[in-house]
């Protein structure tokens, strides 16, 4: 009897979750206005669900329809679409949210410029733009998700926001053609395979971040943003006798280098300060060639 009991409740609670399914599509309704399709929902707000033209066009995202906010791009409104080159969303200040797989598989998609309205963006939102060689996050997006630009394989130009924290799984995989990306210290997390394939990439970051650690724990080539040259001890721009003094002054315990400073004391780059690169800067200062980029900012 209490198997019949189960098995009764289990298809009631199927039937209730298809009933709320059910609702929850006929809360919106698809509308085309000329080139552009909108989602209308009951509250009165719009996503922008797709667009059809006959010609490959810079598409600038409409703020209204029929007086009614565009605050999102629907999952899979522009998928495997051949009719967008680029994409300006800075007409449409209240946007705040692009779905999964919104521009999955834009042949055509050029550039993109994720403006600051926008605070949230799901998986996959442009992966396999395989066309995708500008792509800009500016403003209030926090995380970059899974497999945000994945296998845009022309991609070449990224910027992201200030205030990114985190780089999710596979994120820029097999964006082939990506050789720079600058990486904010206000970054905490980047997924492991976040830059899986990307043999060409090198990563501008600040010393002591996370940033840094990444690039360094994956053997990532990274350029350090904080200007620092090689051999700069002093910090003061240039490398001249006062950085050997101070070298001499660090070894000898007068004075303690730290942070960037003590790694750009490390002049021959085996990872501890010696006398040797000491004398290695003197012979910098001679204008003996060294075989190490003295003078130059830091990279790995």
């Not at 994120?171 to 980047?190: K, N």
Request: net charge negative; glycine share 6%.
């Amino acid at each position: 009897m209490k198997k019949k009991l189960v098995i009764a409740a289990s298809v009631m609670l199927i039937a209730v979750i298809l009933a709320a399914s059910t609702l929850g599509a006929s809360a919106a309704v698809f509308i085309q206005d000329g080139k552009f399709k909108y989602q209308v929902f009951d509250d009165g707000t719009v996503a922008w669900a797709g667009y059809i033209s006959d010609t490959v066009d810079d598409v600038v995202v409409p703020r209204f329809y029929d007086q009614r906010t565009v605050v999102s791009v629907a999952n899979f409104a522009m998928e495997n679409n051949s009719s967008i080159r680029s994409i300006d969303f800075m007409e449409a200040p209240d946007l705040e949210h692009i779905g999964s797989y919104a521009f999955y598989k834009c042949s055509t998609l050029e550039s993109v410029l994720v403006p600051d309205s926008i605070t949230s963006v799901d998986v996959s939102a442009f992966r396999e733009c395989t066309s995708l060689t500008n792509a800009s996050f500016f403003g209030n997006q926090k995380s970059v998700p899974v497999e945000a630009f994945c296998d845009c394989s022309q991609l070449k130009n990224v910027q992201l926001s200030a205030r990114l924290q985190s780089i999710q799984s596979r994120a820029f995989a097999g964006c082939t053609s990506l050789e720079y990306l600058e990486l904010w210290d206000t970054v905490t997390y980047i997924a492991p395979n976040a830059f899986e394939g990307d043999e060409n990439l090198t990563l501008g970051v600040y010393y002591g971040t996370y940033a840094h650690t990444y690039a360094v724990e994956n053997n990532i080539n990274y350029i350090l943003l904080d200007g620092v040259k090689l051999g700069d001890v002093n910090g003061d721009g240039i490398v001249n006798i006062n950085d050997v003094t101070a070298i001499q002054q660090h070894l000898a315990e007068y004075v303690s280098l730290e942070g960037i400073f003590l790694h750009a004391a490390d002049a021959d780059q085996n990872g501890e300060v010696k006398i040797d690169d000491a004398t290695l800067l003197q012979e910098f200062l001679a204008e003996y060639t060294v075989g190490h980029p003295v003078g130059e900012v830091m990279t790995q």
